[in-house]
Nanobody, 121 residues
């Protein structure tokens, strides 16, 4: 069964940085549009960033110019470099295959456990 494992979260002060990783087991990783999503306390899960199989990227306005998504198809791993973190970035971060519907991105398929990111002084 295809599996996604997120890691790299933690507690960081405002203005700090973290790098998240998403390890995938699916054989089709290289040809799949993948994305990062997050769920803050009391809110619905939202898309953060996506990367297509060709390496094109797209970001939510709230993280643009602060976060960078990348992928290593040989390692079946996706990354999210998060800089200039803000308290409002606090959430559980998930990775998943991404599909576009009605002007935004959604995760497609089973969700992993996610990794907690807490931004606080």
């Amino acid at each position: 069964q295809a599996q996604l494992v997120e890691s790299g979260g933690g507690l960081v002060q405002p203005g700090g940085s973290l790098r998240l990783s998403c390890a995938a087991s699916r054989s089709t990783f290289a040809s799949t549009t993948m994305g990062w999503f997050r769920r803050a306390p009391g809110k619905q899960r939202e898309y953060v960033a996506v990367t297509t199989s060709g390496g094109d990227t797209n970001y939510a306005d709230s993280v643009k110019d602060r976060f960078t998504i990348s992928r290593d198809n040989a390692k079946k791993t996706m990354y999210l470099q998060m800089n200039s973190l803000k308290p409002e970035d606090t959430a559980v971060y998930y990775c998943n295959e991404a599909i576009r519907r009605s002007g935004t991105w959604y995760g497609f398929g089973p969700w992993g456990q996610g990794t907690q990111v807490t931004v606080s002084s």
